[in-house]
């Protein structure tokens, strides 16, 4: 006797858990979704494409533009243009450098006891109108004085009246405000 061997099939599994009809209409129906998927994402690319050609037109019509409407300035525009400035320049310069001069002027005539609340130019540069207070006459006379010395023109002193000022310990004490107008060659 001869035995015939065959394979042996032994199914331990009793119950199908996947349904291979629901298993194959489920992996159908993923494989439709990643397929609608790329071409969705392709369409997006396209789009995003034809964008950036309209925004890359768009730009070099800008350019275009600008070169139109700028011109290039030769070399000897620009040194035209240069020398045009130069006498504005030192206007500029000069009149910023006689102010401070000026001031450094009128700084140097203060004598102590006397202090400037304000001063005031015209704009036409002819006169100026100086504010302050001094301890006493003596010492308003004083800067009266070194103002005509330095050859200020003419010093007006429009008025002065007594007023109470506080020092800087906190005293009150009478001092002279007064108020001048200096004219002429500032």
Partial sequence: ???????????????????RRHLGLTLNLLGLALILFIFWQMSTIYQLHRT?????QQ?????????????????VDIKAELA???PFAALLK???????????RVEATIPVGVSLQSLVP????????????????????LFIDQLNGADFGHVLLLGHRVSQVTDNQGNKRSALAFSLRLE???
């Fill in 94 to 104: 000069a009149d910023s450098w006689r102010w401070t001069t000026f001031l450094t």
């Fill in 122 to 141: 015209d704009a036409q540069g002819e006169t100026l109108m100086l504010q302050g207070e001094a301890q006493d006459l003596s010492r308003l006379q």
């Fill in 59 to 75: 730009l070099l019509e800008i350019k275009n533009s600008v070169a139109a409407t700028t011109s290039v300035k030769h070399v």
């Fill in 184 to 186: 002429g060659r500032l």
């Fill in 1 to 19: 006797m001869r035995f015939i061997m065959q394979p042996l099939g032994i199914n331990f599994i009793t119950k199908h858990y996947f349904s």
């Fill in 52 to 56: 950036e050609g309209e925004l890359n």
């Fill in 84 to 86: 045009a400035y130069q």
